[in-house]
Nanobody, 120 residues
Framework: QVQVVESGGGLVQPGGSLRLSCAASGSIYKILSMGWYRQAPGKMREMVAILTSGDVTNYGDSVKGRFTISRDNAKSTMYLQMNSLKPEDTAVYYC??????????????WGQGTQVTVSS
């Protein structure tokens, strides 16, 4: 089994910054990709940022130039640095790991979600 734990989030004023963290532990042979998604009330979940094992990144159009995804391989942890936050960034943020386990099966695991609220 794999456990995924998110941290960070909270209330921030427009123009401010936050950093989210997400750590995976358990039966992981290799992390294939990691990413952040968000869901605002009444909206569908959308991709925010993805980072593959080959260091390829992809960002949603609304966050390009403001958000940065990164990782610490030794800790199986990913981060999302969010700068120049806007009220429309308000959402529940979820992290996602796609992993290859020791059984050589590929599985997807999600974090529990963390609320980010941008408001004055």
């Amino acid at each position: 089994q794999v456990q995924v734990v998110e941290s960070g989030g909270g209330l921030v004023q427009p123009g401010g910054s936050l950093r989210l963290s997400c750590a995976a532990s358990g039966s992981i042979y290799k992390i294939l990709s990691m990413g952040w998604y968000r869901q605002a009330p009444g909206k569908m979940r959308e991709m925010v940022a993805i980072l593959t094992s080959g260091d390829v990144t992809n960002y949603g159009d609304s966050v390009k130039g403001r958000f940065t995804i990164s990782r610490d391989n030794a800790k199986s942890t990913m981060y999302l640095q969010m700068n120049s936050l806007k009220p429309e960034d308000t959402a529940v943020y979820y992290c996602r790991f796609v992993v290859q386990q020791y059984t050589f099966t590929q599985s997807t695991y999600w974090g529990q979600g963390t609320q980010v609220t941008v408001s004055s």
